[in-house]
């Protein structure tokens, strides 16, 4: 990641838990093609895709969702509380559907 005054900004999705519990990042890079050597460097277990813009949209949300039951593990019977901004992306009904389905309460706020 850089300062946009210098170079390209990468978006980063990443969770973590009151207690510092944390789930290995998502990143959203400005291409148009995801490339695996995108990821040489980052922490094992990150995943990676890719949108022009650089910005999240829907569809990573949803990468993001599937990346965070993954890691958390949460279950209807084990369920993960998921704090969340008011951000577009955030607005899936397929990727809140997927949350709920695998146990993930989802609470929106101005965070």
Request: net charge neutral; charged share 15%.
């Amino acid at each position: 990641m850089t300062s946009a005054e210098i170079g390209t900004l990468v978006t980063l999705a990443v969770a973590a838990s009151a207690i510092l519990n944390k789930i290995h990042p998502l990143f959203i890079f400005p291409r148009v093609n995801f490339r695996d050597h995108f990821l040489n460097g980052a922490p094992t277990g990150s995943n990676g895709c890719c949108n022009p813009s650089g910005w999240m949209k829907e569809e990573h949300f949803m990468r993001f969702a599937e990346h965070f039951v993954l890691y958390t593990k949460s279950t209807k019977e084990r369920p993960t509380l998921l704090l969340l901004d008011n951000h577009d992306s955030h607005i899936s009904i397929s990727a809140l559907n997927y949350l709920k389905v695998n146990g993930v309460v989802v609470l929106f706020g101005p965070l």
